[in-house]
């Protein structure tokens, strides 16, 4: 089976643009959940997407939002993009969002 | 409220010594245990899980982890290191959360370094 892919691998953005990423999950995973990694702050908790819902969220402003399409796989968007949000972005997925997490190999977002 | 601590943000070992990396849980009950590496610049790769049952767990390249109800620990073991287990290790729990869902609380990760 064919893991987690993130595309695309690298983004380069300035301040107050916006960006979208995208995840595929496994195939026959439903659920979709999204980290923000930094060196300060560790891996920090998103969103997660289960049968096209957000089921469950984390301590985010507004500007980060996400999706999740009939086929599972699931895009996140930052809009008026800030230095502050230079991350690796995560994406995991798994089978009902109540088992074992796989993880993709992440987008790397730097903001100018 | 549900955290996960990784006591030793940096460990040092030589090749072929043995390893434990820490990790402590608070929970009120028994949650799921993870343990997951990320190498530089890649996502986390899954070494193994406890989900209930033998509280010695085996996992992929040599690595197992003990869960002790009694510290709420889960210590990641490899008994002889190679060079090539230089990465972050990452110890997590999924807990379930009164709507239904699970949450999933991630460590601060501890870094190996290998010495040759």
């Known amino acids: 089976k064919a893991g987690v892919t993130q595309t695309p691998r690298y983004l380069i953005k300035t301040r107050g643009q916006q960006v979208t990423l995208s995840c595929s999950p496994i195939s026959g995973h439903r659920s979709v959940s999204w980290y923000q990694q930094t060196p300060g702050q560790g891996l920090q908790f998103l969103f997660e997407?289960?049968?096209?819902?957000?089921?469950n969220k984390g301590n985010f402003p507004g500007r980060f939002s996400g999706r999740q399409f009939s086929n599972s796989r699931s895009e996140m968007n930052v809009s008026t993009l800030e230095l502050g949000d230079s991350a690796l972005y995560l994406c995991?997925?798994?089978?009902?969002?109540?088992?074992?997490?796989?993880f993709g190999p992440g987008t790397r977002l730097t903001v100018l | 409220a549900q955290s996960v601590t990784q006591p030793d943000i940096h460990i040092t070992v030589s090749e072929g010594a043995s390893l434990e990396l820490r990790c402590n849980y608070s929970y009120g009950a028994t949650p799921y245990l993870f343990w997951y590496v990320q190498s530089p610049g890649q996502g986390l790769q899954l070494l193994l899980k406890?989900?209930?049952?033998?509280?010695l767990v085996q996992g992929i390249k040599g690595f197992e982890a003990e869960f002790k109800r009694s510290q709420s620990s889960f210590n990641l073991r490899k008994p002889s290191v190679h060079w090539s287990d230089a990465a972050e290790y990452f110890c997590a729990v999924g807990a379930p959360l009164s709507s239904g869902t699970y949450k999933y609380i991630f460590g601060t990760g501890t870094r190996l370094k290998v010495l040759a």
């Open positions: 995991a997925s798994s089978l009902s969002g109540r088992d074992t997490q796989y």
């Open positions: 997407y289960f049968s096209e819902t957000q089921r």
């Open positions: 406890y989900f209930s049952g033998d509280t």
